[in-house]
């Protein structure tokens, strides 16, 4: 069976959901030799997981309340979007898929406490979730204890490979240096000063910046961290001026943003001139949202995805989108990613012709979605998602206006060599 996916044309209406004007992913296989037959469960689910023969349950992990649900919310939506667009062209193994959704409420052990629940109780089939490191590092050995698979969608900062987690947003190689290098050449950066919440994402992120930055001959001038809902920046912000540095490399998280990008308006630092440039590989336009357009005019983001792409595909995910949401909603980075998640796990479900996880684990390479809103993805070996990184401006309507992208498709390397 070939393993690609792709989008297709409209489909019914299902619970409210309007798709009759937007276009779903499906697999190219079902339209050369058309849907599945649903198997018998005993023969699909060798396991003991929640599949029937008319359904398959899976899990919705992310924290809707506390700190860090200004930059969940989105994942939570985009999954659901994608659980009901599958429904509605059939399923998987001819199965509906339901979903059972627990608060990580931005704390690592409740995180760790509802992955067990998860996986042993609800014995979903798959749970798509988390948002910080700090999280997925909390439930990792749930999930490996347990034999789950964790389809998580965040930038983060490389370093990990784990048979029980499909990575479906970047790795410090494709994000991380890939925007440095962009600043540092298109920028004529010479010095940074390295920001971040304080937990293992910005720290190993930036650990991993500094090395870089210093390997091109550049030169870090501060490095601070802050708790995440940490909202008094201004004797950082005071650091900086008098440092003046080329770049400003933020990775603060979560509503902390809100805070932030405010203070440094009000002390006068006008990111739309030559310098300092602002370069964040942590908000979104999910984060914009609270932080508000013109609070962060004028910065940089290197990611791979934003609301703005201009294709075909992208354009139809998004009006889905917001027809399901609302049409004052908006599309970040890890939403995007998110909404990849469940397209990923049916391939490989589809794929193997089981929801055994041992079988959709070894299926899960070479999945390829050949219009994904982001463009064409593929998992590689290390389960990382090879993509392209782009460059992002941020203008005063809360979106970014893309100013570069790499010409070709990055390989996930999560173990740089000289970087760990």
């Known amino acids: 069976m070939n393993n690609k996916s792709e989008l297709k044309g409209p489909t019914a209406s299902r619970r409210g959901l309007i798709l009759g ?29 929640a599949v029937t023969e008319d359904t398959v349950k899976v899990g919705i ?43 990580g409420a931005s704390d690592w052990p409740t995180f760790a406490e509802k992955a067990k629940k998860l996986l042993v109780n609800d014995k979903v089939a798959a749970v798509f979730g ?13 999930f490996e204890q347990y034999n789950g698979m964790l389809y998580y969608p965040t930038f983060y ?26 600043v540092a050449k298109e920028k004529g950066a010479k010095s ?63 509503g902390s943003n809100v805070a932030f990008y ?19 590989i942590s908000v979104t336009e999910d984060e914009i949202r609270g932080i508000g357009g013109e609070n962060i005019t004028g910065a940089y983001a290197a990611m791979k995805y934003f609301q703005s792409l201009d294709n075909p595909n992208n354009e139809a995910f998004v009006k ?5 949401w609302g049409d004052d909603i908006v599309i970040g980075d890890v939403t995007q990613a998110a909404y990849l998640g469940p397209w990923l796990w049916k391939a490989a479900v589809e794929k193997a012709g089981s929801f055994d996880i041992d079988k959709v684990r070894l299926a899960s390479p070479g999945i390829e979605l050949t219009t994904a809103p982001e ?28 100013v570069y992208e790499t010409a070709d498709l990055m390989e996930p390397d999560p173990f740089p060599e000289g970087y760990q």
């Open 130 to 142: 988390c948002w910080t490191s700090a999280s997925r590092k909390a439930v990792l050995p749930v």
């Open 375 to 402: 463009g064409y993805v593929r998992v590689h070996e290390n389960h990382h998602l090879w993509s392209k990184t782009r460059v992002g401006l941020a203008k005063p309507d809360g979106q970014y206006e893309l």
């Open 262 to 280: 405010k203070q440094l308006k009000a002390a006068g630092i006008d990111m739309t001139k030559e310098k300092p440039v602002l370069l964040t």
């Open 21 to 49: 004007t937007a276009t779903a992913f499906a697999l190219s296989a079902f339209s050369q030799i058309g849907f599945p037959s649903a198997a018998h469960a005993d023969d699909v689910n060798t396991t003991g997981l």
């Open 192 to 254: 940074f000063y390295l920001l971040g919440s304080d937990y293992i994402w910005p720290r190993t992120s930036n650990k991993i910046a500094r090395k870089h930055i210093e390997k091109l001959g550049l030169k870090v001038v501060g490095e601070e961290y802050y708790p995440l809902g940490h909202t008094q920046f201004n004797s950082v912000i005071n650091k900086i001026k008098l440092k003046k540095p080329d770049v400003i490399y933020a990775i603060v998280v979560g």
């Open 61 to 103: 992990l992310h924290s809707v309340t506390g700190t860090m649900a200004i930059s969940e919310t989105g994942s939570v939506q985009a999954e659901k979007l994608a659980i009901e667009q599958i429904n509605a062209m059939g399923g998987v193994l001819g199965r509906q898929i339901e979903y059972t959704q627990e608060d």
């Open 320 to 324: 889905a989108f917001k027809e399901r």
């Open 157 to 182: 900062e490389g370093l990990e490979q784990s048979p029980n987690v499909i990575y479906t947003g970047q790795e410090a190689t494709q994000q991380i240096i890939a925007g440095i290098d962009w």
